[in-house]
């Protein structure tokens, strides 16, 4: 089944523990992004990817690192979270031909106390 | 950079009835539009989009959505709503031209749809 996988998809932490949340795909998809979704703000794109070792920086980027040593894998990490980053993350990916029509991860819910 | 307004943050409707959520973008010379459904609790799936040609798009669960590129807006329509249609509708633009070493994905605030039985 195709698909775009998340873990953890629930997550409790303190401010300043590194965390890394995992995103992988098994359609061979040139594109991943990652987002945040707040209430009434929608989503907002932290970090995009077009390929392996090519990265860009999306509307919202401070407090993030992304990685994309494999071109299934995209993690998203939090060197030191804070609390205004509670927030619920969707990974997404797309085929490079048809770049714009995006396949999202079931998210992941982020607590940062 | 692109900006999308959903001009309704709620909108409920009784069963049966038609709806319609409201979408508008900034403007700009050409444009790909998409709305996507997000079901209590679980990620976004894509209910349509257009590309090009038509400007009457159809997609799944009998949502459609029409281009107005004079009025800058791609508003979703259904013309009797069910209950499993509860759920947040956002709508989603991106440059047709961003250039092939990026790509960007612009999104609304969102519309939570409530059908009342």
């Known amino acids: 089944e195709a698909q775009v996988t998340q873990n953890p998809r629930y997550l409790i932490t303190v401010t300043g523990k590194k965390l890394t949340v995992t995103c992988s795909q098994n359609?061979?998809?040139?594109?991943m992004s990652w987002y945040r979704q707040d209430p009434g703000l929608g989503l907002r794109q932290i970090y995009y990817s077009m390929n392996v070792e090519v990265t860009d920086k999306g509307d919202v980027p401070e407090g993030y690192k992304v990685s994309r040593k494999e071109k299934r894998n995209f993690p998203l990490i939090l060197e030191s979270p804070s609390p205004n980053q509670t927030s619920l993350y969707f990974c997404a990916s797309s085929s490079y031909l048809e770049v714009e029509t995006q396949y999202f991860g079931p998210g992941t819910r982020l607590l940062v106390l | 950079a692109q900006s999308v307004t959903q001009l309704d943050s709620q909108v409920p409707v009784f069963e049966e009835a038609p709806v319609e959520l409201r979408c508008n973008y900034s403007s700009s010379v050409s444009v790909y539009l998409f709305w996507y459904v997000q079901y209590p609790n679980q990620g976004l799936q894509l209910l349509l989009k257009y590309l090009s040609g038509s400007t009457l798009v159809k997609g799944i669960n009998g949502f459609e959505a029409e281009f107005n590129k004079s009025q800058t807006s791609f508003h979703l329509r259904k013309p009797s709503v069910h209950i499993s249609d509860t759920a947040e509708y956002f709508c989603a633009v991106s440059d047709r031209d961003s250039g092939a070493g990026s790509y960007q994905l612009t999104f609304g605030k969102g519309t939570k749809l409530s059908v009342i039985p």
């Open positions: 359609m061979n998809h040139e594109y």
